[in-house]
């Protein structure tokens, strides 16, 4: 029920978005994003919202925080 | 599918995998209490991959299956009443009540709307002035601040013939009532990512430090399960009960305040009854004062006879992380995925649809 996935922002026309996720394109609402949004920017979507813009930094940080994990992991096992 | 593939490396998996099972020693239960980990943890085959002294056990995470009884018995009630269209989520509608369920009520002519998204029901309001549309609002709090947005904008719009009927359920005074009960034996939680999204983390704060349990903020894919059980095997190695988040690129720890100033405009919180964990004080939604006009409970009498639960069925139990569906009498019996019994056999991220759906 709490599903949500994360989407492309294509277009904002005032409180609402054309978001696509693997060519697939909906309209959203704006009103509750806890930040604003740029066409460009990935945000995450629930039951017809965009709730959260998602922080590109954070994002690659733990990616890297994985990667750190696996090159321990590697070094541990030789 | 930037923001998904990365967190479904095979490899990366594996390391996690081996970590965990380098690093866990004692027996431990954790707790997942979101009904799209329940599902994950399933679909990815998580549960086999880990060392037997860990446990994942399910909790009250599905929204549709916590709905209680007498809230589906006031559903079907006013679905009842022929100036009313009825919007809803689609699992919801398959949900037994006390005699009857929406699907069957559909069955026999009432009108009943599938909707996608709270705003559905709303365009369904302004396209037929005649009819009064009730949408009935289930979910956590990923979830209310849409509906509360949806009410602002039926407002603003001038909207006389859009209600709903609030059945919205706080997720932490029911950490705390689950807690309270006494009988479940946890070492920690597995946090949901979207309600996180919304809330924060303040109120898990208060469970690690009033419990000593520690939690962990989830994301959705398989390696964001991994990491987290790996990062609550470590605090609990080490007797630490704190709270961290895994899942950084969908949650905060202050939470979406724009969204909760949504929220806390349109609703107060209320008691409200949870099927399972009974009433929870201020763990509902209700609408303010000031939105009454679109509260359905208003407009209707909505009195319904003492709920009726089918004997036997376990969903309390399960829902309370005691009983698992394999220990109910009716899962797999009498209640299937095609005629359910309880709400945790229908909905898709329902507990005992889940075991059924991924059973050997």
């Known amino acids: 029920m709490c599903l949500a996935v994360p989407m492309e922002i294509k277009k904002i026309t005032d409180n609402w978005a054309v978001v696509e996720y693997e060519g697939n394109r909906q309209e959203v609402r704006l009103d509750v994003i806890d930040y604003q949004p740029e066409v460009g920017d990935y945000v995450i979507i629930h039951a017809g919202f965009a709730i959260?813009?998602?922080?590109?930094?954070?994002?690659?940080?733990?990616?890297?925080?994985w990667?750190?994990?696996?090159a321990n992991a590697d070094e541990a096992s030789q | 599918m930037k923001h998904l593939s990365?967190?479904?490396?095979?490899?990366?998996?594996?390391?996690?995998?081996?970590?965990?099972?380098?690093?866990s020693k004692k027996p431990i239960h954790l707790m997942e209490v979101c009904g799209t980990h329940t599902v994950a943890i399933f679909r990815?085959?998580?549960?086999?991959?880990?060392?037997?002294?860990i446990q994942l056990i399910s909790g009250p995470g599905c929204p549709v299956c916590v709905t209680a009884t007498e809230e589906i018995d006031r559903a079907i009630k006013l679905a009842r009443y022929p100036e009313v269209i009825v919007a809803t989520f689609g699992d919801l509608i398959r949900v037994p009540g006390s005699d009857s369920s929406l699907q069957q009520e559909r069955a026999m002519g009432r009108v009943i709307r599938l909707v996608y998204s709270s705003f559905d029901a709303l365009k369904t309001a302004q396209e037929n002035p005649n009819k009064k549309v009730i949408f009935l609002a289930i979910g956590f709090e990923t979830t209310a601040p849409a509906i509360a947005a949806t009410v602002l904008e039926a407002q603003r719009l001038g909207v006389e013939n859009f209600f709903i009927l609030?059945?919205?359920?706080?997720?932490?005074?029911?950490?705390?009532?689950?807690?309270?009960?006494?009988?479940l034996n946890i070492h920690g939680f597995i946090y949901p990512g979207h309600v996180t999204t919304v809330i924060g983390t303040a109120a898990y704060e208060q469970v690690a430090q009033t419990y000593h349990l520690p939690g962990v903020v989830c994301g959705f894919e398989p390696v964001d399960i991994l990491e987290t059980v790996l990062l609550l095997v470590e605090q609990i190695e080490k007797g630490q009960a704190r709270v961290e988040i895994q899942y950084k690129r969908g949650a905060t720890a202050e939470g979406n305040l724009k969204a909760l100033a949504v929220l806390n405009q349109v609703f107060v919180p209320c008691d409200a009854p949870w099927r399972g964990l009974g009433l929870i004080p201020n763990s509902g939604l209700t609408l303010r004062a000031e939105y009454r006009a679109f509260a359905?409970?208003?407009?209707?009498?909505?009195?319904?006879?003492?709920?009726?639960?089918?004997?036997?069925?376990?969903?309390?139990?399960?829902l309370r992380g005691v009983k698992t569906p394999l220990q109910c009498k009716l899962f797999g019996t009498v209640c299937l995925p095609d005629s359910p019994i309880g709400p945790c056999m229908v909905s898709t991220e329902g507990t005992c649809a889940a075991y059924y759906k991924y059973r050997d």
């Open chain 2, 44 to 53: 990815h085959g998580i549960r086999g991959v880990l060392p037997t002294n």
């Open chain 1, 67 to 70: 990667k750190e994990i696996m």
């Open chain 2, 166 to 183: 609030s059945a919205h359920k706080l997720l932490p005074p029911a950490l705390t009532a689950l807690l309270n009960f006494g009988d």
């Open chain 2, 6 to 23: 990365e967190y479904r490396d095979k490899d990366l998996a594996q390391k996690l995998i081996s970590a965990i099972w380098a690093r």
């Open chain 1, 52 to 65: 959260h813009r998602i922080d590109e930094e954070e994002a690659k940080e733990s990616l890297r925080y």
């Open chain 2, 296 to 318: 359905a409970e208003d407009q209707f009498d909505l009195q319904v006879p003492p709920a009726k639960d089918y004997p036997g069925c376990a969903c309390g139990e399960v």
